[in-house]
């Protein structure tokens, strides 16, 4: 599975999160909201395509919204509220020019984001692989 295995590196890259702390520089900023994003983006298309091989049709849409409520009803994912929630965040990537967008996303990720891609990552091992 492709997909997971690129999901599976975005998340470890995504550890280096924690190595930084306030205040940030500008490149950090971006860094850092850059290695949420990656993670997501790689998150929902791996649950995608293991979706689609196990058989569930509405993960054939390519909505990430659509996958995300679909792995919630199979069970691959826990908190759909949370992941919905990250999904708002990736979507305002495309404005963490604004330092405060970018402080969100940092923080929402180190307190709750990087929590659920690793329950993901160990959800598919032990689940559905």
Not at 6 to 15: E, I, V
Not at 31 to 41: H, N, Q, R, T
């Amino acid at each position: 599975m492709k997909k997971f295995e690129n999901f599976r590196q975005a998340f470890q890259n995504l550890g280096d999160i924690f190595q930084y702390q306030e205040p940030y520089g500008n490149v950090e900023l971006t860094g850092l909201v850059g290695l949420f994003e990656i993670c997501f983006e790689q998150a929902w298309k791996a649950m995608k395509e293991i979706l689609e091989q196990n058989g569930f049709s509405p993960a054939q849409t390519g909505s990430p919204r659509m996958i995300l409520k679909t792995a919630f009803q199979a069970g691959m994912i826990q908190n759909e509220e949370l992941w919905l929630k990250a999904l708002a965040d990736r979507n305002l990537v495309s404005h963490s020019y604004h330092k405060e967008i970018a402080l969100s996303i940092i923080q929402n990720t180190k307190d709750d984001y990087y929590k659920i891609f690793k329950d993901l990552v160990q959800s598919i091992e032990a689940n559905w692989m």
